[in-house]
């Protein structure tokens, strides 16, 4: 009776492991960094930390997440950081100065970034642009316009009602971390139980059949990179929030750890593959990396080299798993 | 009275002009014929470009530095590669071998050795993710971005470091009669890269394994070898394109160079190299580095903003990809 339960218990874990492994090597990664740097900063594990550490992770989730549909699809979109730019300083600027009611302000970055999306979607689909060209196209054209529209100022002084989800707390848990969890149940159940997450994964895992089964892949793509655009309007929105203030360098390089997090997570830039849950997880995962060198004052700037060291890995971890699977 | 011209005149010369049009475009040379054009509108809008003083010492010399690395571009592009790490392979490199010099009292020699061989790895990992553990080059090379920016700024902070000896700089400021050093270096790039690509296995399997890597295989070509050994050199010129450009500005510095990968592909692909692999057209990749360079400079003359540059050669650079994608598709090579 026992061997029979110990060994269905061990059944369920080989199939745990199967279809969530990088989320398990992930969350065991978040937990083995804490440890570890607890022991180098006692900082590190207090709640302020943990709180200011799930603060950090909200935007640049929200990004990621965006971009995770755009990479299951098989396409990327490098202009995340540039959207993000460009949505909160048109914003910032119109509520400040242009007397736009904070009402209409609090939906403005979203509609941008839906805007930007059309753009590259349309680009991708049908000028046939490759994605990597057509988004490039649009961080550079979109770096342009913001630093033309608002020069090299800081734009401050917004009202509450725009700053509220970037920097006001629910008790001790900042309203931006509710908003992460939402987008992030959201899209779990968008790819997982809808139509739209399921013709994701069959654009991304094989194009042609999936064209050829009817799904009007153009659009859907499309929609994709609107999603992208979208949930890269919300991350502004709380960037701005947080900052109480917006500028052209606001956005800069975000797109690198956007699509990091969603290729980290366990996105495969051939398509087909990635969750919302993995890329939230390798969110954590660098959101803790960076407060444990913070706190136990490494040079700041090995934070850039050490993002780009972990793409590398996971990368090639993706890479040497699929001819794995081939052979 | 003038003589009218007659419509069957009109139509010939528009004929004439759309075969001279097509022949330029048959031949991948349409780019000489967009310089002609920018030069020629740069002049209209701005009185101090056209000067000789201008055109070789500005124009050219700030081009070559982009020139030489889209060479080495061109060759891992017609591999049906990628590489945006070139910038910050200039930063990692350049201000090493400056750090070098001014602090550990190395040689200029020593110091261009360091450089060249930081680049090599560079180029060589890039290679071997690639070639050997498959990553997507966009994404292996988007990760090297990020690594050797990092490592250029832990080494060498924010600060420029300066005060270098002017053999070094001569290197970018040095003139040979009329022409600078810098253009020279871009001309013999440019030669070496095209009789590599025309005479040599090095430069044939290149074009090889973009057009059908399988094929190539199947042929006996090693091609990971080969394709280790194309980033190679593309990470060693761009090392070699960042000494000229430390000796051009005086100074190295961790954040120089950023979106010099963006000027670089875009010379490529503006020079008519098809992103799809199987080409390489390195006339046009230097024709695409001065189109690109005449339109900086004459639109900075006329102070033009420069995030209105970034624009308008972004704007090219798509036009172009578009333009490729509908010959392709036209040729009946991509459905």
Same mark, same amino acid.
């Given at each position: 009776?026992?061997?029979?339960?110990?060994?269905?218990?061990?059944?369920?874990?080989?199939?745990?492991?199967?279809?969530?492994?990088?989320?398990?090597?992930?969350?065991?990664?978040?937990?083995?960094?804490?440890?570890?740097?607890?022991?180098?900063?006692?900082?590190?594990?207090?709640?302020?930390?943990?709180?200011?550490?799930?603060?950090?992770?909200?935007?640049?989730?929200?990004?990621?997440?965006?971009?995770?549909?755009?990479?299951?699809?098989?396409?990327?979109?490098?202009?995340?950081?540039?959207?993000?730019?460009?949505?909160?300083?048109?914003?910032?600027?119109?509520?400040?100065?242009?007397?736009?009611?904070?009402?209409?302000?609090?939906?403005?970055?979203?509609?941008?970034?839906?805007?930007?999306?059309?753009?590259?979607?349309?680009?991708?689909?049908?000028?046939?642009?490759?994605?990597?060209?057509?988004?490039?196209?649009?961080?550079?054209?979109?770096?342009?316009?913001?630093?033309?529209?608002?020069?090299?100022?800081?734009?401050?002084?917004?009202?509450?009602?725009?700053?509220?989800?970037?920097?006001?707390?629910?008790?001790?848990?900042?309203?931006?971390?509710?908003?992460?969890?939402?987008?992030?149940?959201?899209?779990?159940?968008?790819?997982?139980?809808?139509?739209?997450?399921?013709?994701?994964?069959?654009?991304?895992?094989?194009?042609?059949?999936?064209?050829?089964?009817?799904?009007?892949?153009?659009?859907?793509?499309?929609?994709?990179?609107?999603?992208?655009?979208?949930?890269?309007?919300?991350?502004?929105?709380?960037?701005?929030?947080?900052?109480?203030?917006?500028?052209?360098?606001?956005?800069?390089?975000?797109?690198?750890?956007?699509?990091?997090?969603?290729?980290?997570?366990?996105?495969?830039?051939?398509?087909?593959?990635?969750?919302?849950?993995?890329?939230?997880?390798?969110?954590?995962?660098?959101?803790?990396?960076?407060?444990?060198?913070?706190?136990?004052?490494?040079?700041?700037?090995?934070?850039?080299?050490?993002?780009?060291?972990?793409?590398?890995?996971?990368?090639?971890?993706?890479?040497?798993?699929?001819?794995?699977?081939?052979? | 009275?003038?003589?009218?011209?007659?419509?069957?005149?009109?139509?010939?010369?528009?004929?004439?002009?759309?075969?001279?049009?097509?022949?330029?475009?048959?031949?991948?040379?349409?780019?000489?014929?967009?310089?002609?054009?920018?030069?020629?509108?740069?002049?209209?809008?701005?009185?101090?470009?056209?000067?000789?003083?201008?055109?070789?010492?500005?124009?050219?010399?700030?081009?070559?530095?982009?020139?030489?690395?889209?060479?080495?571009?061109?060759?891992?592009? @017609?591999?049906?590669?990628?590489?945006?790490?070139?910038?910050?392979?200039?930063?990692?490199?350049?201000?090493?071998?400056?750090?070098?010099?001014?602090?550990?009292?190395?040689?200029?020699?020593?110091?261009?050795?360091?450089?060249?061989?930081?680049?090599?790895?560079?180029?060589?990992?890039?290679?071997?993710?690639?070639?050997?553990?498959?990553?997507?080059?966009?994404?292996?090379?988007?990760?090297?971005?990020?690594?050797?920016?990092?490592?250029?700024?832990?080494?060498?902070?924010?600060?420029?470091?300066?005060?270098?000896?002017?053999?070094?700089?001569?290197?970018?400021?040095?003139?040979?009669?009329?022409?600078?050093?810098?253009?020279?270096?871009?001309?013999?790039?440019?030669?070496?890269?095209?009789?590599?690509?025309?005479?040599?296995?090095?430069?044939?399997?290149?074009?090889?394994?973009?057009?059908?890597?399988?094929?190539?295989?199947?042929?006996?070509?090693?091609?990971?070898?080969?394709?280790?050994?194309?980033?190679?050199?593309?990470?060693?010129?761009?090392? @070699?394109?960042?000494?000229?450009?430390?000796?051009?500005?005086?100074?190295?510095?961790?954040?120089?160079?950023?979106?010099?990968?963006?000027?670089?592909?875009?010379?490529?692909?503006?020079?008519?190299?098809?992103?799809?692999?199987?080409?390489?057209?390195?006339?046009?990749?230097?024709?695409?580095?001065?189109?690109?360079?005449?339109?900086?400079?004459?639109?900075?003359?006329?102070?033009?903003?420069?995030?209105?540059?970034?624009?308008?050669?972004?704007?090219?650079?798509?036009?172009?990809?578009?333009?490729?994608?509908?010959?392709?598709?036209?040729?009946?090579?991509?459905?």
């Amino acid at each position: 009776m026992a061997s029979i339960r110990n060994k269905r218990s061990t059944a369920r874990l080989a199939s745990l492991w199967r279809g969530h492994g990088t989320e398990l090597v992930l969350l065991g990664a978040i937990g083995g960094v804490l440890i570890l740097f607890s022991r180098f900063a006692p900082g590190m594990l207090t709640s302020n930390n943990l709180v200011s550490i799930l603060r950090q992770m909200s935007f640049i989730a929200i990004a990621g997440l965006g971009i995770t549909f755009v990479i299951i699809s098989g396409r990327i979109d490098l202009s995340v950081g540039s959207t993000i730019t460009v949505a909160s300083t048109t914003m910032a600027l119109l509520v400040t100065r242009h007397g736009v009611p904070s009402g209409v302000a609090l939906v403005l970055p979203v509609l941008i970034g839906m805007m930007v999306g059309m753009i590259n979607g349309l680009l991708t689909t049908k000028a046939r642009v490759t994605s990597v060209i057509a988004t490039l196209g649009t961080l550079i054209a979109l770096d342009g316009a913001a630093k033309l529209i608002v020069g090299g100022e800081t734009i401050a002084g917004l009202p509450k009602v725009v700053t509220y989800l970037g920097s006001s707390k629910l008790g001790p848990v900042p309203v931006s971390v509710f908003v992460m969890l939402f987008v992030w149940f959201g899209a779990e159940f968008t790819l997982r139980k809808t139509s739209f997450g399921r013709n994701c994964y069959h654009i991304g895992s094989n194009e042609q059949a999936a064209s050829l089964n009817g799904i009007a892949v153009d659009r859907y793509v499309t929609w994709f990179f609107m999603t992208a655009g979208a949930l890269s309007g919300l991350a502004a929105l709380i960037l701005v929030g947080r900052l109480r203030s917006a500028n052209v360098d606001i956005g800069v390089g975000l797109e690198l750890q956007a699509i990091a997090v969603a290729v980290i997570g366990g996105g495969s830039l051939f398509g087909g593959k990635g969750t919302a849950t993995g890329t939230v997880f390798a969110v954590g995962l660098m959101a803790v990396i960076n407060s444990g060198m913070r706190l136990s004052s490494v040079n700041v700037y090995w934070q850039t080299a050490v993002t780009g060291a972990l793409i590398v890995v996971a990368v090639s971890i993706d890479a040497i798993r699929r001819r794995g699977d081939r052979s | 009275m003038t003589p009218r011209r007659s419509p069957k005149d009109d139509k010939r010369a528009t004929r004439l002009a759309g075969s001279l049009l097509r022949l330029l475009v048959r031949r991948g040379q349409l780019i000489w014929l967009m310089v002609a054009v920018a030069v020629v509108a740069m002049s209209l809008i701005s009185p101090h470009f056209l000067t000789v003083e201008n055109l070789f010492t500005n124009v050219l010399r700030q081009s070559a530095v982009v020139g030489i690395v889209s060479v080495g571009m061109t060759l891992v592009i @017609a591999t049906r590669g990628f590489d945006l790490s070139v910038g910050s392979n200039i930063a990692l490199s350049s201000s090493i071998m400056a750090l070098l010099l001014t602090e550990s009292g190395a040689t200029v020699i020593e110091g261009i050795a360091v450089a060249l061989a930081i680049g090599a790895a560079i180029g060589a990992t890039n290679g071997v993710l690639v070639a050997k553990i498959r990553v997507p080059p966009f994404i292996a090379t988007l990760g090297m971005l990020s690594i050797a920016r990092g490592l250029a700024l832990v080494f060498a902070g924010t600060t420029p470091v300066d005060l270098l000896p002017q053999s070094l700089l001569d290197l970018g400021r040095g003139k040979v009669g009329f022409l600078p050093l810098p253009v020279l270096f871009l001309a013999g790039t440019w030669l070496v890269a095209a009789y590599l690509v025309k005479h040599t296995r090095f430069g044939r399997y290149a074009l090889a394994i973009g057009s059908n890597e399988e094929g190539a295989r199947l042929s006996g070509v090693k091609v990971d070898s080969y394709r280790i050994a194309h980033y190679v050199v593309l990470g060693v010129l761009t090392a @070699a394109a960042g000494v000229v450009l430390t000796g051009r500005l005086g100074a190295a510095q961790a954040t120089m160079a950023v979106g010099l990968e963006f000027q670089a592909i875009a010379a490529v692909v503006v020079g008519g190299t098809s992103l799809f692999g199987g080409e390489a057209k390195l006339a046009g990749s230097v024709g695409g580095a001065i189109l690109v360079g005449v339109l900086r400079n004459g639109l900075l003359l006329r102070s033009v903003d420069t995030n209105w540059i970034n624009i308008i050669i972004g704007a090219v650079m798509v036009a172009s990809v578009a333009f490729d994608g509908l010959r392709r598709i036209r040729a009946g090579r991509l459905s």
